[in-house]
């Protein structure tokens, strides 16, 4: 094949020595073809860096080939620049959410909606409707509006929800286990001999920050009636972090380690121990939650527990597929297993209490 040739089906066809009509239905993620089928088929288009014609796919039929992933962001004014706020957990979901669409041959368009204090979100983003996406990924704190989902099923938008807490059973999910990640890294704390284990939280009324709190609460207790929940507002962010494990080590009798409910407080409160001149871990324990790009960059780096956001967004993508058109009027809700991931904040108390 010369330079800028582009393969074809044809030609993955009889590299896979199969027909043009089963590289389709690989390619279009139909369930029925056979796994030994559909691995040779991946197999010579990886070879031959097949990339499908996403503009000749969509004159082919009525699918546009372009995803939607919905995301609400606070203070959405482009001239408040000083007051923008993108959460780790949304970047690294538009990231990888990006790269799967490439994968599975889609694009994929990022619409936001504004979520500032004091608004309510009830409308989507102005021309998003079924003439130009095939679905919608809606990230959370989306995922948990009622608002914004029967805006999207009036439209008859498919949609698929990413870590929802309030209504799962509603649609089409995905998500990790909350509850079992943040119980698991209070008992990692646990474990490493921590009876004092503050909490910084998320937001009063994010289902994935509540779950991660009962889930610490409920260890504690189980472990020990008589440990202490000791629990501190946060936001989700790097500031709220700060400012609570400031509040958490101004105690008479301070904890030796601080669980943030994610990995941008946990960032401000490694940065609040740095100030108050306390090493992290010989003197203080500090974990976080998302295995988010700041986990990797704190330092020391962050203990934290891992959701699988590259996963999550690839069967996402997969559910909103033409394959699983059948079955649309049936729920499927995938969750996904967490990790927890061991890095150098956290350790075992000193023996002197550390400060």
Known sequence: MGTGYRPTIIDIAKKAGVSFKTVSRVLNHNPHVK????????????????????????????????????????TCDME???EWYLPPFLSDLQFLATLACQKEGYRLSIEIVDTSPGTSPS??????????????LVAPPLSDSIEIIQALETAKIPYVLIAPGLDPDRAYSVATDEYGGAAAMTEHLLALGHRRIGFIKGPEHHLAAIARMTAYCDVLAKFDAALEPIIEQGDFNFGSGHRAAKALLALDNPPTAIFCANDDMAAGAIA?????????PSQLSIAGFDDSAAARITSPALTTIRQPLGAMATAAIRLLSPAHGEKRAETQNLVLPYKLIQRASTSSPSRDGGR
């Open 35 to 74: 796994e030994d089928l559909r691995d040779r088929v991946l197999q010579a288009a990886t070879a031959l860096n097949y990339r499908p014609n996403l503009a000749a796919r969509s004159l082919a039929g009525p699918r546009n080939y372009t995803l939607a992933l919905l995301m609400g962001i606070r």
């Open 272 to 280: 609040a121990a740095n100030e108050l001149g306390i090493r992290v």
């Open 80 to 82: 408040s620049q000083d």
């Open 123 to 136: 409308a989507l983003p102005p021309g998003m409707n079924a003439g130009d996406i095939d679905g919608v």
